[in-house]
């Protein structure tokens, strides 16, 4: 049994629900707030982030990447034409470098903020950092997501997918992070719509359902969140 340790407005924790979803399996979520840092959490990850991936009794796989790649490389070999890692070494390079671009640059410059400031303050207590939400860190993040957005319609523009002919890891990531942004309306779909249309596709796949049902308590998704066509 797979075991995904997880909050549902972590991008790397989304990333990974729609891996293994678009591979078809089953797995357990168990919910954490990471800024409790609970034992079981610390137990698995010493850092106490998410996502963790544990199967059976295995060690446990901490981080959206490192335990991507251990999904290719015991299950996606398998899936052949449905592979989210591409077999050619360049074809996989440019998967990694915008896989991490979304989980990690975007992360770092606009999802974390947004996140903290407009849902996870709203739970931590004040010891661990809760309180009102930093304007100017919001206003950074919304700056900065201008220039994400313009790349993904960018990309979605001259490829078929963003890395290439075929749906990868890099559309599941981008689409982890644009999730939550959606959810919580920092997104402009009308400037961008070459970004939006990618988005709608990425939004109508059955691994993404799931998304479109959950709810954060005390904050409503935008209007059009559960909307296939918006």
Known sequence: MLRLHHHPMSAPSRFLRLVLTEYGERF??????????SRELLALNLAGTVPVLVEDKGPPLVGGMIAAEYLDETRGVFHRDRRLLAEKPFERAEIRRLTEWFLGKMEAEVTRYL???RVFKREMTAAEGGGAPDSSAIRAARTNLKNHIRYIAWLAESRNWLAGPR??????????AMSILDYLGEVH???EPVAKEWYMRIKSRPSFRPFLLERVRGIPPAAHYSELDF
């Open 28 to 37: 357990e979520l168990v919910d954490e707030r990471p800024w409790e840092r």
């Open 115 to 117: 996140v903290r400031e």
């Open 189 to 191: 779909w009308d400037e």
């Open 167 to 176: 749906l990868s890891y890099a559309d599941l990531a981008a689409a982890a």
